[in-house]
């Protein structure tokens, strides 16, 4: 178990509302990601963080916008949700961008009418 | 563009039967690390290579890191139900790059 956290686990919501995914970790790491994960295309990056306040966009960051005020929280934000961000998202964790270990959250499943 | 290739996407085969999954990328990376991921879960990391030529094993499972590390294969002795799943590549690069993901295969073993 490598500490993390996603919520809400699963949510339906409506074309055009705001929603907010929460990750919160335990382990005091400093990278954090927001994936989305899909049939055909599997794990994209949406945005990731490499500490307090500093983020960066991933290749599907359309439509998405996330913050990190804290170490152990990182929220993705989908400022008006579409049927096409319908989708299973999932957070990691790492302490190396590049070569260490990514530990995953168990998802949130995210559908937009 | 996909930088990590996997292939095959899909693969079904019969408990006690071997199999070779493959990564491939006209890319150099710095390390690469293989996952498996289960229905309804987040990916576990299985293992991290990161010298050119490097295997490692892992009980049942050996994976092989590309003499130009470019390339990577996963090889599974013996299969078993529980080694079903969604087998996942992620390539490392330098600096504060992430990881780039392949798209996967799904592998069913079949009892």
């Known amino acids: 178990d490598a500490g993390i956290t996603q919520s809400p686990r699963h949510k339906v919501t409506e074309t055009g509302t705001p929603v907010t995914l929460r990750c919160h970790q335990t382990?005091?790491?400093?990278?954090m990601y927001w994936y989305r994960q899909d049939p055909g295309h599997g794990l994209r990056l949406i945005h990731y963080s490499y500490g307090v306040k500093d983020t960066d966009k991933g290749e599907v960051s359309d439509g998405y916008s996330v913050s990190r005020s804290k170490t152990e929280d990182f929220l993705l934000t989908l400022e008006s949700a579409t049927s096409s961000q319908t989708s299973v998202y999932f957070c990691?964790?790492?302490?190396?961008?590049?070569?260490?270990?990514?530990?995953f959250g168990p998802g949130t499943r995210l559908t937009v009418l | 563009t996909q930088l990590l290739e996997q292939s095959p996407q899909f693969l079904s085969i019969q408990e006690g039967e071997n199999l070779t999954v493959y990564c491939n990328s006209s890319s150099v990376f710095s390390s690469l690390q293989w996952y498996r991921q289960e229905p309804g879960e987040g990916p576990v990391l299985l293992v991290t290579v990161v010298t050119g030529g490097e295997v490692k094993k892992l009980k049942r499972l050996t994976f092989q890191f590309g003499d130009a590390r470019k390339d990577s294969s996963l090889h599974i002795t013996a299969a078993q139900t529980g080694d079903t799943g969604l087998y996942l590549c992620?390539?490392?690069?330098?600096?504060?790059?992430?990881?780039?993901f392949g798209k996967g295969t799904r592998l069913s073993v079949i009892a």
């Open positions: 382990e005091n790491h400093r990278y």
């Open positions: 992620a390539g490392g690069r330098s600096g504060n790059t992430p990881l780039v």
């Open positions: 990691a964790i790492g302490t190396d961008s590049s070569t260490d270990t990514q530990y």
